[in-house]
């Protein structure tokens, strides 16, 4: 099973509000990330958690938040954003232990901000 | 850290290979290059990927040039939903990070 999962599929949030966006693995990856993904364009890295631990911040604005509870959980916590931050949302996993080793995404969250 | 350069668009007709090309040139000696697709914004899907020696498996072939500067999907008898954007890949040496190029668009036609 190569499945990873993301809530909720579809968000609209206004510029106050504060939502979060989540994602699940229950492969026994231990690493996980998040990117984003704007129309016609490719996806662009956000963040990576190792065993836990945020490894890589792609200089990402501190209106996303990341969290990684555990193992399979991964969070991203959002809170004043911009009509510029609505995008396709996607979250991934591999196995966390060798560079260079294949990522496996899930479906995304799409994000409209008003 | 290397990137990739993709033809924009592609047409195929159905039943027929697709030959879906990539140049890595300044790719290092132990980065991995990658092939994934996406359908219609959903999550990309992993196809194959390679490091020196040609790979197959029951999705697609990918040839690396002996240089590996450049290499080639290859989708055997590609069908209508094959339709996609294809991303070619370079995993960056020393990190868990994917570099994605801009992608093909495939389209297969009838």
């Known amino acids: 099973d190569t499945e990873v999962t993301q809530t909720p599929k579809h968000l609209v949030m206004g510029m106050t509000n504060k939502k979060s966006l989540k994602c699940e693995q229950h492969?026994?990856?231990?690493?996980m990330y998040w990117y984003k993904q704007k129309a016609k364009k490719p996806p662009e890295l956000m963040f990576v958690y190792s065993y836990e631990k945020l490894s890589i911040n792609e200089s990402v604005p501190s209106r996303f938040s990341p969290e990684c509870p555990n193992s399979s959980l991964l969070n991203l916590h959002l809170h004043a954003l911009q009509p510029e931050d609505s995008a396709l949302y996607l979250c991934?996993?591999?196995?966390?232990?060798?560079?260079?080793?294949?990522?496996?995404f899930g479906p995304g969250t799409r994000l409209l901000v008003l | 850290d290397a990137k990739t350069t993709q033809p924009p668009s592609m047409d195929c007709a159905e039943g027929r290979a697709a030959n879906l090309p990539c140049n890595h040139s300044t790719i290092s000696g132990n980065e991995y290059v990658y092939w994934y697709r996406q359908i219609h914004s959903q999550g990309p899907q992993y196809i194959i990927h390679g490091l020196k020696n040609n790979e197959t498996n029951e999705m697609a072939s990918l040839i690396i040039t002996e240089d590996r500067k450049s290499s080639t999907l290859i989708l055997p008898h590609a069908t209508l939903r094959d339709t996609a954007v294809y991303y070619c890949?370079?995993?960056?040496?020393?990190?868990?990070?994917?570099?994605f190029g801009t992608g093909t668009r495939l389209k297969v036609l009838a």
């Open positions: 492969m026994g990856h231990r690493a």
């Open positions: 991934a996993s591999s196995h966390g232990g060798v560079e260079g080793e294949t990522q496996y």
């Open positions: 890949i370079v995993s960056t040496s020393g990190t868990y990070k994917y570099i």
